[in-house]
């Protein structure tokens, strides 16, 4: 059980509901959104206006926030147009990468991260964040080159979210080295990913406070879902053999973890958050699972209210009823117990360092 900082601790518990537990909206979605708003009008990804994007992005924080412990948006299109939309008690979590990955210069199919350009830890925290999101794609198994960029990167913002005194939540994401993430094939390899990148980051090293973690198998291709509407056709697990991953994912975890979407439709996602929570999850940080079919209705925008006002508010509250089986944040064995958790000291004249 390690000490943590006033400040940090004060951050998590504004994330967690009372009985902490986590359950947040992720708005901070920008090539992705883009994308779907360039489907939804017919238009390339380049027509897309800004204006578009930012309206879009304030009706689901203003409609959705209040349903959420914790609003993960991003400092380009949502933080400017909906700060005032997120409730009081509703704490801001800031994204710090930039949308997307890098490819070039390094081996085939790899990815790198990179900061959003002329954004630090101290500007978000000057914007009101309670605490900072990185998401780093990451495969065990990629070259030396980027394995260390991608470390040295994760290495920095933790570093920076100590000397600002912020929460910082690191999102991991996989993908394929060969073939597509959409196959039965990557399926089977997924588990050993998730696990190993978790193996990886929870060195204390990169001061990382609350992971946000792939649902460590994929449901579409479990057995036990056949007749589900999600199954792709073809099975790489059976049930009890995701649940020993769960349970593996959460034995190599020394921090708490919280499941994402990754798009998935609602339907597979409280399965997932289900699942998860079971085997000690803490919750969720979950976007496009809950809204994303509110797209398609724009700009109509009495539409997309309707839908975010009935079917998304619903999706919200299920994923939250399941994650009323979550393990609390100071529950995990990193606090040890509500009563365990443990600040660091401090010296009689702290103050002056900030």
């Not at 792709?232 to 499941?259: M, N």
Request: glycine share 6%; net charge negative; charged share 25%.
């Amino acid at each position: 059980m390690n000490d943590i900082s006033s400040g940090k601790l004060r951050g998590i518990m504004k994330l967690a509901d009372a009985n902490g537990r986590f359950k947040m909206m992720a708005i901070d979605q920008r090539g992705s959104m883009v994308q779907a708003l360039a489907d939804a009008l017919d238009k390339d990804n380049a027509d897309v206006q800004y204006e578009d994007v930012a309206a879009l992005k304030t009706l689901i924080t203003r409609i959705l926030s209040p349903n959420a412990t914790a609003v993960l948006t991003d400092p380009i299109y949502g933080h400017p147009y909906s700060i005032a939309d997120i409730p009081r008690d509703v704490a801001l979590l800031l994204a710090y990468e930039e949308s997307g990955y890098v490819s070039e210069g390094v081996g085939e199919n790899e990815r790198l991260s990179n900061p959003i350009q002329n954004w630090s830890i101290a500007k978000a925290q000057r914007a009101g964040a309670d605490a900072i999101k990185l998401l780093a794609y990451y495969h065990p198994d990629a070259s030396a080159k980027t394995l260390e960029h991608q470390q040295a990167f994760v290495r920095h913002v933790g570093d920076e979210c100590e000397k600002q005194d912020l929460p910082f939540l690191l999102e991991l994401v996989s993908y394929a080295l060969e073939g597509t993430t959409k196959s039965v094939a990557f399926a089977k390899q997924k588990p050993d990913l998730v696990i190993r990148s978790v193996e990886e980051f929870i060195d204390p090293s990169y001061k990382v406070d609350i992971l946000k973690l792939e649902f460590p198998a994929d449901l579409k291709y479990t057995a036990d879902y056949q007749n589900a509407s999600f199954y792709a056709g073809d099975s790489a697990y059976e049930l009890a053999e995701v649940k020993e991953i769960c349970q593996k994912l959460d034995e190599t975890s020394t921090l708490p973890w919280v499941i994402l979407s990754a798009g998935v439709d609602i339907e597979e996602f409280i399965e997932n958050v289900d699942l998860a929570t079971s085997a000690g999850a803490s919750g969720f940080l979950c976007g496009r699972a809950i809204w994303k079919d509110a797209v398609q209705y724009y700009p109509d925008t009495p539409a997309v209210k309707q839908f975010l006002e009935n079917e998304a508010t619903t999706n919200f509250k299920n994923a939250n009823a399941a994650a009323e089986n979550a393990l609390p944040w100071f529950g995990h064995r990193q606090f040890g117990g509500a009563e365990n958790v443990h600040i660091a000291k401090q010296s009689a004249t702290w103050y002056q360092d900030y």
